[in-house]
Nanobody, 122 residues
Framework: QVRLVESGGGLVQAGGSLRLSCTSS????????MAWFRQAPGKVRELVAT???????TTADSVKGRFIISRDNDKNMLYLQMNSLKPEDTAVYYC????????????????WGQGTQVTVSS
């Protein structure tokens, strides 16, 4: 059974940093597409960043230059380094993984974590 578990969320002041982690079990996702999404109250789920292989990444314009997605295949871990956080970054953050060899369109991922809350105070 595949399981994704996020951690590292919390409350931080604007301008601060957090690093989210996502550990996977039940399957190896080395080099398969993985992603971070977020959903704020009353808003649609938003794609934050994707990664395939170890260095092919994309980030949403809203977080470009502030957030960095990375992975450690040896540890089966996915990370999201979030810097210069803003109140509008407040959301539940989810990691997702795909069984396919190319980055899925939109949120068409096969496995999802339960989410971790990030709250940025002004």
């Amino acid at each position: 059974q595949v399981r994704l578990v996020e951690s590292g969320g919390g409350l931080v002041q604007a301008g601060g940093s957090l690093r989210l982690s996502c550990t996977s079990s039940g399957r190896t996702f080395s080099n398969y597409p993985m992603a971070w999404f977020r959903q704020a109250p009353g808003k649609v789920r938003e794609l934050v960043a994707t990664i395939i292989w170890v260095d092919r990444t994309t980030t949403a314009d809203s977080v470009k230059g502030r957030f960095i997605i990375s992975r450690d295949n040896d540890k089966n871990m996915l990370y999201l380094q979030m810097n210069s956080l803003k109140p509008e970054d407040t959301a539940v953050y989810y990691c997702a993984a795909s069984r396919r060899r190319q980055v899925p369109a939109g949120d068409d991922y096969d496995w999802w974590g339960q989410g971790t809350q990030v709250t940025v105070s002004s």
